[in-house]
């Protein structure tokens, strides 16, 4: 059990995550009401021990979970969004943004880091839903697209974990084109010979979906993640009818042809390893 | 009988006694020649007032006119020795996405491109200009046949979406647009992509990615339609007219927000008020942009169409 180990390590390190998970408090399963303290939940990549549920996290969580000892450094931190369309509905955009960075101290939808995952060096990019739903604007396209730069620069395979709703619609036009810049990008990766892994998470849907999301040498998700490109909602309403039961799920997309595998949490670090190691990038 | 969208009631008026005064020229009694001239000319005044004006949502609504022009009819009126292709060698053949081969002076371009139908039976047929994961790959496909034996491609966009149903999803058509934009973005002939009438979200894009993106004057662009735009951020489907603004999706918009190379000249009137002007400022938009890119090294465009795109967005550092 050595990723158990490594992974109590990181939680005890970073002194700032540290409030996120105080002792004491306990974890109550979204899916199946198991209650746990939040301790084990965090010990189990905040995967239910009873149902095998998948919590919804977020950057933080994911390169704690991937990078050795929770070591990494970030790149183009600091990057944030512009209003270039100075966009307003029943609010202004800018309100919307400055309420999310306070809201989840985060700058955009997406972190990109380097660092080591069990000793190979990678670079891995990770959405986060908590910023206006993991939406993609130009932040979350220039810094893949940077992202993909460093990777081909320093000849390191780029991981990238998708959670998203799709477009952000306040950037209209210049969010849309974030698909083509993303794809376009990981052509020259992919000329590069570097290996694009791509982890899908619940949700991605809409343009990460229909752009860097599907496009990866191997396309892994998460057990019962939504996957998509049309919202079921809309897919519904289309149909006139009930959708299936399981469509649009992780399974659903293994079945149908458009994922490698599924890979549950808690051995995704140990998995990427092999990946990595089949690829022959060190 | 014309179709008149509800700003132009002014030239709707005007036609109406234009066609009650040719009806009287038709018995022949009274001399009318007089009046049908005035008439006409009021026509013409008051249909570049206000077509000189228009705000974005009624730009979209020309877009949506009922006789504009679609892909297969500037395939047949601009180009010749047009040699429709079809299927996508996996599934099916998809009637929204339409393409082939075509000639416009004695160049042999691939077109591809989406195709609504003209009357309610072919609307249903051509599944409303809504493509499935089908009709992405066999544009794919096309493309690729197009870079086979050293072929230019233009693609025609005119879209309100990729179709969102569950087959569509069940045969992966985030993959299928994905797909295509990383196929396109390296494609080694000249891309051409024009947006002759609606050209929305993923839908679009997924036959957008090139070395011009060109959009006609009163075609729109965006990630999602006003009325969808409404809906979501405003919950309800009365600010289409403010969501359209906001989204700053027209022609002229687009350009400034240096997101498409050009803008195509429309008729006075839109497209559908002179189609042969209209084939003619494409195919005229085509072959320029045809002749700087044809000169160009394959490897040089490529890395131009890639740098374009990467420049795309704006994020403060
Ligand atoms: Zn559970």
């Known amino acids: ?282 | 009988m014309a179709t008149f969208l509800d700003f132009e009631s002014p030239i709707a008026d005007l036609n109406e006694q234009l066609e009650k005064a040719l009806e009287i020229k038709a018995k022949g009694k009274v001399d009318v020649s007089e009046m049908i001239k005035d008439i006409e000319e009021k026509i013409s005044e008051t249909q570049k007032e206000i077509y000189s004006n228009l705000n974005p949502w009624q730009r979209v609504q020309v877009s949506r006119h009922p006789e504009r022009p679609y892909t297969m009819s500037y395939l047949k009126n601009m180009t010749t020795d047009f040699v429709e292709l079809h299927g996508d060698r996996n599934v099916n053949d998809d009637k929204a996405m339409i393409g082939g081969f075509a000639k416009i002076d004695g160049h042999s371009i691939m077109f591809i491109g989406q195709q609504k139908g003209e009357n309610t039976k072919m609307r249903q047929y051509r599944n409303f200009g809504m493509a499935n994961p089908e009709g992405y790959r066999k544009a794919l496909r096309l493309m690729k046949l197009a870079e086979k034996f050293n072929k230019p491609i233009v693609t025609l966009i005119d879209t309100p979406g990729a179709y969102p149903g569950l087959e569509a999803e069940e045969r992966g058509q985030g993959e299928a647009i994905a797909r295509n934009l990383f196929e396109m973005a390296q494609l080694k002939v000249p891309v051409i992509c024009i947006v002759i009438g609606e050209g929305a979200s993923g839908g679009a894009l997924g036959i957008g990615v090139g070395d011009r993106i060109l959009m006609l004057e009163n075609s729109w662009y965006s990630v999602i339609s006003p009325e969808n735009c409404s809906a979501i951020l405003w919950r309800n489907w009365e600010h289409k007219e403010q969501a359209a603004s906001a989204l700053k999706l027209t022609a002229e918009n687009m350009l400034e927000n240096k997101l498409i190379d050009g803008i195509i000249k429309e008729p006075v009137g839109g497209a559908h008020s002179n189609r042969e002007e209209m084939f003619e400022n494409v195919k005229k938009a085509i072959l320029s942009n045809l002749k700087e890119l044809i000169s160009m090294d394959a490897e040089k465009r490529i890395e131009e169409r890639i740098e374009k795109f990467s420049k795309m967005g704006v994020v403060e550092d």
């Open chain 1, 1 to 282: 059990m050595s990723w158990f180990k490594r992974k109590m390590q990181g939680v005890s390190t970073p002194t700032k995550e540290k409030k996120e998970t105080p002792e004491g408090l306990w974890y109550k399963c979204r899916s199946c009401k198991n209650v746990m303290t939040s301790e084990d939940h965090v010990a189990h990549s905040w995967v239910c021990d009873k149902c095998g549920f998948h919590e919804r996290i977020g950057s933080i969580e994911y390169f704690r979970i991937l990078f050795d000892e929770n070591k990494f450094t970030e790149l183009n931190r600091n990057v944030s969004s512009g209003d270039p369309l100075v966009f307003e509905d029943t609010k202004k955009y800018t309100d919307r943004l400055a309420s999310s960075k306070k809201k989840t101290g985060l700058v955009d939808a997406v972190r990109t880091a380097t660092g080591k995952l069990e000793g190979h060096l990678v670079v891995i990019g990770c959405m986060d839903f908590n910023f206006i739903g993991g939406s993609m604007g130009s932040v979350v396209g220039e810094k893949i697209a940077r992202a993909i730069d460093y990777s081909i620069e320093n000849k390191r395979p780029f991981i990238l974990i998708s959670k998203s709703g799709g477009a952000r619609m306040m950037e209209a036009a210049f969010s849309l084109m974030q698909m083509a810049k993303t794809s376009a990008k990981l052509t020259l990766l992919a000329k590069a010979k570097l290996p694009f892994i791509s982890i899908l998470t619940d949700p991605t849907t809409g343009g990460v979906t229909a752009s860097f999301a599907m496009l990866g040498d191997i396309n892994i998700a998460e057990p019962g993640a939504l996957i998509g490109f049309a919202g079921p909602r809309v897919v519904k309403e289309t149909i006139g009818k009930d959708l299936p039961e399981g469509f649009q799920t992780s399974e659903f997309l293994l079945e149908h042809g458009f994922l490698d595998y599924i890979v549950e949490r808690n051995d995704l670090k140990s998995n990427l390893s092999i990946m990595l190691n089949h690829f022959q990038v060190k």
